[in-house]
């Protein structure tokens, strides 16, 4: 005697089968969106180079700058400001001068 499938078992056959939980919601969070690095007004280079003089070792401050295609934010402490090599480091990120595109002193 062969068993007649409820409805909802029927529908299980039909569902689609992910061999890996979460993943494909861990590749959404990878998508980036590729942007142009944004080209500064020269006023807006020399400002931007007077609030860095104005940021000092142990300081905690906020730096949006550009990095592999997209622009990313760090807020943290400033553990080194390299003015030889052009790096500004906040915690253990290092963000070289060229790549800034904002600070916020906190």
Same mark, same amino acid.
């Given at each position: 005697m062969v068993s007649k499938m409820n409805r909802e078992e029927r %529908?299980?056959?039909?569902m689609p089968f992910a061999a890996l939980k979460g993943y494909?919601? %861990? @590749?959404?969070?990878? /998508?980036? +969106? +590729? +942007?142009?690095?944004?080209? @500064?007004?020269? /006023?807006y280079q020399e400002e931007l180079e007077r609030k860095l003089r104005q940021v000092y070792k142990n300081d905690i401050i906020t730096a949006i700058y550009f990095? *592999?295609?997209?622009? @990313?934010?760090?807020?943290?402490? +400033?553990?080194?400001? *390299?003015?030889? %090599?052009?790096v500004l480091k906040i915690v253990n990120t290092k963000i070289p001068f060229e790549n800034l595109y904002k600070l916020i002193k906190d």
């Open positions: %529908a299980k056959q039909f494909p919601e %861990a @590749l959404r969070k990878k /998508e980036k +969106v +590729v +942007v142009p690095k944004k080209e @500064l007004s020269e /006023e990095s *592999d295609h997209e622009y @990313l934010r760090k807020t943290g402490m +400033v553990s080194r400001i *390299d003015e030889t %090599a052009g």
